[in-house]
């Protein structure tokens, strides 16, 4: 079982970028088991698959969100992050971090960080 | 992208009884070649991360009750939990991992003590 913990800035201004870190012990951002992804949480929106990114720095992203996204893998750390520009009210969510157990070509979500709550206000 | 649709949006059930949760999918999510449906159940209770309780429709995740099973094949899915504890409320989700890397999430069916 992988343990994830969020870190960042719970209130970013409008325009401004998103900047959240993710922490993972229990196994390596760089096995291939995984890849690595961020939910986010709204009470109008639900649960939102925000992005993916591979140990080999592949990335994956929402149609939504591709061009304001981007998302990394630091090894040296064991971490992965994501970064979110041009913030409006409606980036408002809690965001989860999770990892994503790749079996049969398909990617089940056996482990998720408690999440950060992040408000875009000025 | 595969939507997740689920009813009831929310249910009311005596501790003891079933509670039954439906999920469908706006197309299919059984992979033929190796005839596994790629759905799971998560529970969210407040302040909590979801949790997976089921995964390839029917499987559940190590030290789940066996009272939550999971059946459904194709595009509709059913959660049920044969007698509901008080600890069994929370918000309900299904979800689609067959169109990897995205995932797709149902609403979310609330299950509270009537």
């Known amino acids: 079982q992988l343990h994830l913990q969020e870190s960042g800035p719970g209130l970013v201004k409008p325009s401004e970028t998103l900047s959240l870190t993710c922490t993972v012990s229990g196994d390596s951002v760089s096995s291939s088991s995984y890849y690595w992804a961020w939910v986010r949480q709204t009470p109008g929106r639900g649960l939102e698959w925000v992005g993916s990114?591979?140990?080999?720095?592949?990335?994956d992203y929402s149609p939504s969100l591709k061009s304001r996204l981007t998302m990394s893998v630091d090894t040296s750390k064991n971490q992965f992050s994501l970064k979110l520009n041009s913030v409006t009210a409606a980036d408002t969510a809690v965001y989860y971090c999770?990892?994503?157990?790749?079996?049969?070509?398909?990617?089940?979500?056996?482990?998720w960080g408690q999440g950060t709550l992040v408000t875009v206000s000025s | 992208d595969i939507v997740m649709t689920q009813s009831p949006d929310s249910l009311a059930v005596s501790v003891g009884e079933r509670a039954t949760i439906n999920c469908k999918s706006s197309?299919?999510?059984?992979?033929?070649?190796?005839?596994?449906?790629?759905l799971a159940w998560f529970q969210q209770k407040p302040g909590q991360p979801p949790k997976l309780l089921i995964y390839?429709?029917?499987t559940r995740e190590s030290g789940v009750p066996d009272r939550f099973s999971g059946s459904g094949s194709g595009t509709d899915f059913t959660l049920t939990i044969s007698s509901l504890q008080a600890e069994d409320v929370a918000v309900y989700y299904c979800?689609?991992?067959?169109?990897?890397?995205?995932?797709?999430f149902g609403q979310g069916t609330k299950v509270e003590i009537k």
């Open positions: 999770a990892s994503a157990m790749i079996v049969f070509g398909g990617a089940i979500a056996f482990d």
């Open positions: 390839w429709a029917s």
């Open positions: 990114v591979y140990q080999s720095g592949r990335t």
């Open positions: 979800q689609q991992y067959y169109n990897i890397p995205s995932w797709t």
């Open positions: 197309q299919s999510v059984l992979y033929s070649s190796n005839n596994k449906n790629y």
